[in-house]
């Protein structure tokens, strides 16, 4: 066994006994095992909410992302600091909301707000379709770290199959306690391997931040500033803040705001948590040191960039250190995915459907899918090839279509009903869908439209069929009640 | 203090807005090109800006902080 093995085996052997320990003597009710009993103060939500920043994609992807695409990898500093602005004003009330009705998961809230069962089953359906190839990109992501890390000794397959064990176990066991314990070792590595590398590396090959951009600049002007056509100005601004209004759509990140204590620990937060992912600067640092350091890595190979310049720099240990980081990146996302999912199924799919449900039964249920739904994203990961990349594209802009009817609950005069919302994510979901699996975008729609606005981002076409279907729907049913002998519904 | 927290349309306006007119890699501020040191920025004086409300937003002193007048106005 090498020793960059080594480290990795000990690191993922110390989380798992970490999470299987963070239960400690707790009777695990479904309201303990998803949301902590409501009981975590600042520090803990703070690690959850980081938590779900540093996935694999930060790790893999962001460097990924600088390294392939240049300028236009900037947005990930962004569009986290909106939503942070964001979640200042939207999760207190949705906390408060969630608390005083004993609500567990997202879907919950839809249909307690619209007084709706079939909202609520929709929102549920959206979620876990977003959540599964979420999910798979973080198993596939571990499978490539851990080949790559231990130089071949272990296959992606075999590392697929040992972390998603791992990971359902303490997620059976100790539920969102597991995850909120283990996200804070990793948070710890994550900082000190990426703030070293992302310093480390350019002075290492250039001498320094400033005559590393100097020579990529040289080498290939214009790459870190954005083009002027495709991701442009016009595609940054769109993108970012698409991405910034999915973020508190998706169901495992709603889930954990129902963790804290106190609605202040959201706002405190908020002034935080910006400065805090201000570490993906470095990420970025990582992939543009690699640009001409270890060029001509195309397509997906571009997410190799961190991990092959890695190889190439450093001893054995310290790629075992990273790769220890990366696996992490991936067992703690990957926690609140998988009990979100089996949350999800248990309570908002089969609960509403089955009126002999109890507590104790829907909490049994729910840890009975936990594994279910962890062979099932094995499956995808092994076997699912391209398309998962297509369903993790759909999947962001999923989610996102929930995020019109989750702002209009909260407004004092809800200017939407149960079906307007229902109509507009079924024409949101289905318009993204179709624009991903036909390959559409907006300049391919409207050829007429001026050059700069065929950039915007097409998820931004959905969006805005969603309001105005939304809208007219609620409102032809206001009137069909509204008029004189209408006796609508 | 109310007003203060549409301080808060600053972090939206400099990184959505901000992009049209600073596309650019050189001038490099602290060596970083000039696109990206302004997002680095913006992402500061997001903070700064959360900072400021947090601290004169009256919903933050009452007890346990509940009170849902300090929302949504």
Same mark, same amino acid.
């Given at each position: 066994?090498?020793?960059?093995?080594?480290?990795?085996?000990?690191?993922?052997?110390?989380?798992?006994?970490?999470?299987?320990?963070?239960?400690?003597?707790?009777q695990?009710?479904?309201?303990?095992?998803?949301?902590?009993?409501?009981?975590?103060?600042?520090?803990?939500?703070?690690?959850?909410?980081?938590?779900?920043?540093?996935?694999?994609?930060?790790?893999?992807?962001?460097?990924?992302?600088?390294?392939?695409?240049?300028?236009?990898?900037?947005y990930?500093?962004?569009?986290?600091?909106?939503?942070?602005?964001?979640?200042?004003?939207?999760?207190?009330?949705?906390?408060?909301?969630a608390?005083?009705?004993?609500?567990?998961?997202?879907p919950?809230?839809?249909?307690a707000?619209?007084?709706?069962?079939?909202?609520?089953?929709?929102?549920?359906?959206?979620?876990?379709?977003?959540?599964?190839?979420?999910?798979?990109?973080?198993?596939?992501?571990?499978?490539?770290?851990?080949?790559?890390?231990?130089?071949?000794?272990?296959?992606?397959?075999?590392?697929?199959?040992?972390?998603?064990?791992?990971?359902?176990?303490?997620?059976?066991v100790?539920?969102?306690r597991?995850?909120?314990?283990?996200?804070?070792?990793?948070?710890?590595?994550?900082?000190?391997?990426?703030?070293?590398?992302g310093?480390?590396?350019?002075?290492?090959?250039?001498?320094?931040?400033?005559?590393?951009?100097e020579?990529?600049e040289?080498?290939?002007?214009g790459?870190l500033?954005?083009?002027?056509?495709?991701?442009?100005?016009?595609?940054?601004?769109? +993108?970012?803040l698409?991405?910034? /209004?999915? *973020? #508190?759509a998706?169901?495992?990140?709603?889930?954990?705001?129902?963790? %804290? !204590?106190?609605?202040?620990?959201f706002?405190?937060?908020?002034?935080?948590l910006?400065?805090?992912?201000?570490?993906?600067?470095?990420?970025?640092?990582?992939?543009?040191?690699?640009?001409?350091?270890?060029?001509?890595?195309?397509?997906?190979?571009?997410?190799?960039?961190?991990?092959?310049l890695?190889?190439?720099?450093?001893?054995?240990?310290?790629?075992?250190?990273?790769?220890?980081?990366?696996?992490l990146?991936?067992?703690?996302?990957?926690?609140?995915?998988?009990?979100?999912?089996?949350?999800?199924?248990a309570?908002?799919?089969?609960?509403?459907?089955?009126?002999?449900?109890?507590?104790a039964?829907?909490?049994?249920?729910?840890k009975?899918?936990?594994?279910?739904?962890?062979?099932?994203?094995?499956?995808?990961?092994?076997?699912?090839g391209? +398309?998962?990349?297509?369903?993790? /594209?759909? *999947? #962001?802009?999923?989610?996102?279509?929930?995020?019109?009817?989750?702002? %209009? !609950?909260?407004m004092?005069?809800?200017?939407?009903?149960?079906?307007g919302?229902?109509?507009?994510?079924?024409?949101?979901?289905?318009?993204?869908?179709?624009?991903?699996?036909?390959?559409?975008?907006?300049?391919?729609?409207?050829?007429?439209?001026?050059?700069?606005?065929?950039?915007?981002?097409v998820?931004?076409?959905?969006?805005?069929?969603?309001?105005?279907?939304?809208?007219?729907?609620?409102?032809?049913?206001?009137?069909?009640v509204a008029?004189?002998?209408?006796?609508?519904? | 203090?109310h007003?203060?927290?549409?301080?808060?349309?600053?972090?939206?306006?400099?990184?959505?807005?901000?992009?049209?007119?600073?596309?650019?890699?050189?001038?490099?501020?602290?060596?970083?090109?000039?696109?990206?040191a302004?997002?680095?920025?913006?992402?500061?004086g997001?903070?700064?800006?959360?900072?400021v409300?947090?601290?004169?937003?009256?919903?933050?002193?009452?007890?346990?902080?509940?009170?849902?007048?300090?929302?949504?106005?």
């Amino acid at each position: 066994m090498s020793v960059a093995l080594a480290i990795i085996a000990f690191t993922f052997l110390g989380a798992l006994a970490l999470g299987l320990r963070a239960r400690s003597g707790r009777q695990m009710s479904l309201e303990q095992w998803t949301v902590g009993g409501r009981g975590f103060g600042t520090l803990l939500v703070f690690l959850l909410m980081a938590g779900e920043i540093y996935t694999t994609f930060a790790f893999l992807g962001g460097s990924g992302l600088a390294y392939g695409k240049g300028g236009p990898a900037y947005y990930i500093l962004c569009y986290l600091a909106l939503i942070y602005v964001i979640s200042y004003w939207l999760l207190p009330p949705i906390w408060a909301y969630a608390k005083a009705r004993n609500l567990f998961s997202q879907p919950d809230f839809f249909a307690a707000k619209y007084e709706s069962r079939g909202l609520g089953l929709l929102v549920a359906v959206v979620g876990i379709v977003s959540l599964v190839p979420y999910m798979v990109l973080q198993l596939k992501g571990l499978g490539i770290i851990v080949s790559t890390a231990s130089y071949g000794a272990v296959s992606p397959a075999a590392a697929i199959w040992i972390g998603a064990a791992g990971v359902t176990a303490y997620v059976v066991v100790s539920g969102v306690r597991g995850s909120a314990w283990t996200a804070a070792i990793k948070d710890v590595l994550i900082l000190f391997v990426v703030v070293f590398l992302g310093l480390y590396l350019p002075y290492h090959y250039y001498g320094g931040i400033a005559p590393m951009f100097e020579a990529i600049e040289a080498a290939r002007p214009g790459f870190l500033a954005l083009p002027e056509r495709g991701q442009s100005a016009v595609w940054f601004a769109s +993108t970012t803040l698409l991405t910034a /209004l999915g *973020g #508190y759509a998706w169901p495992h990140v709603f889930a954990s705001l129902y963790t %804290a !204590s106190d609605p202040r620990t959201f706002r405190r937060n908020a002034v935080i948590l910006p400065l805090y992912q201000l570490v993906l600067l470095f990420v970025l640092f990582c992939g543009f040191a690699a640009v001409l350091q270890v060029p001509g890595l195309k397509g997906a190979d571009a997410d190799l960039s961190l991990f092959k310049l890695a190889l190439q720099t450093f001893p054995p240990w310290f790629v075992g250190v990273i790769g220890a980081t990366g696996v992490l990146t991936a067992l703690v996302p990957g926690s609140m995915i998988l009990m979100s999912g089996a949350t999800l199924v248990a309570n908002n799919l089969y609960r509403p459907l089955s009126p002999a449900a109890t507590d104790a039964s829907t909490a049994r249920l729910a840890k009975g899918i936990v594994p279910v739904l962890a062979l099932v994203c094995v499956g995808f990961a092994l076997h699912g090839g391209d +398309t998962i990349v297509q369903l993790l /594209l759909m *999947g #962001y802009n999923f989610v996102t279509q929930l995020f019109p009817a989750l702002l %209009a !609950s909260l407004m004092r005069r809800n200017p939407l009903t149960a079906a307007g919302a229902i109509a507009g994510i079924v024409a949101g979901v289905g318009s993204v869908a179709a624009t991903v699996i036909l390959g559409l975008s907006v300049g391919g729609l409207f050829p007429f439209l001026p050059a700069a606005l065929q950039d915007i981002n097409v998820g931004v076409l959905a969006l805005t069929l969603n309001v105005v279907v939304a809208v007219a729907v609620s409102r032809w049913g206001a009137l069909a009640v509204a008029a004189p002998g209408g006796r609508a519904y | 203090m109310h007003h203060l927290r549409w301080l808060a349309l600053l972090p939206f306006l400099g990184m959505l807005v901000g992009p049209f007119f600073l596309n650019r890699v050189t001038p490099f501020v602290l060596g970083m090109p000039l696109l990206m040191a302004w997002l680095v920025f913006c992402v500061l004086g997001t903070s700064a800006v959360m900072g400021v409300i947090y601290l004169t937003d009256p919903a933050n002193r009452t007890a346990g902080g509940t009170d849902s007048s300090g929302e949504g106005r």
